[in-house]
């Protein structure tokens, strides 16, 4: 599996990997499978992210590809540890691994970090049939009711 250098990849490469993923070519995929498990922040980081997210969904993927996607989403989720436009990111666990994702939003919809049950409960809601979110959820009082 080719891997990015031990610098933090550039738009630029990572619009080169975007274009590949469109025709789905095995370098292509292995680079953004290995992007996307990466904890990285960086200009165009979260973008990428989603577009790859949404472009693997089209590809055939290795196994233990999306078992490492699944896991890595997954662990996100639970952590709290994502950022704008982590939704797509969910739609490719969905399509990847539909009940490891239910299962884990059932498990920390609940949680105490409002961003996580805000997207625990939107999987479940949007995603569940039948599952049922958490609807006692409460807004912050150090917040505001926003």
């Given at each position: 599996?080719?891997?990015?250098?031990?610098?933090?990849?550039?738009?630029?490469?990572?619009?080169?990997?975007?274009?590949?993923?469109?025709?789905?070519?095995?370098?292509?995929?292995?680079r953004?499978?290995?992007?996307?498990?990466?904890?990285?922040?960086?200009?165009?980081h979260?973008?990428?992210?989603?577009?790859?997210?949404?472009?693997?969904?089209?590809?055939?993927?290795?196994?233990?590809?999306?078992?490492?996607?699944?896991?890595?989403?997954l662990a996100?989720?639970?952590?709290?540890?994502?950022?704008?436009?982590?939704?797509?990111?969910?739609?490719?666990?969905?399509?990847?691994?539909?009940?490891?994702?239910?299962?884990?939003?059932?498990e920390?919809?609940?949680?105490?970090?409002?961003?996580?049950?805000?997207?625990?409960?939107?999987v479940?809601?949007?995603?569940?049939?039948?599952l049922?979110?958490?609807?006692?959820?409460?807004?912050n009082p150090?917040?505001?009711?926003?």
């Amino acid at each position: 599996m080719e891997v990015f250098p031990p610098s933090v990849p550039s738009k630029t490469e990572l619009l080169a990997v975007s274009k590949g993923l469109r025709g789905c070519d095995p370098a292509a995929i292995d680079r953004a499978v290995t992007f996307l498990v990466q904890e990285s922040r960086g200009n165009w980081h979260n973008r990428a992210r989603a577009k790859f997210s949404r472009r693997l969904k089209h590809c055939q993927l290795q196994p233990n590809q999306s078992k490492a996607l699944v896991d890595c989403i997954l662990a996100r989720l639970q952590r709290g540890y994502f950022s704008e436009q982590f939704a797509d990111q969910l739609r490719l666990a969905l399509y990847l691994d539909r009940d490891a994702l239910l299962t884990a939003a059932q498990e920390v919809a609940n949680s105490q970090l409002l961003h996580v049950q805000r997207y625990a409960n939107w999987v479940l809601s949007a995603h569940g049939a039948g599952l049922r979110p958490n609807n006692s959820f409460k807004p912050n009082p150090l917040r505001g009711s926003a």
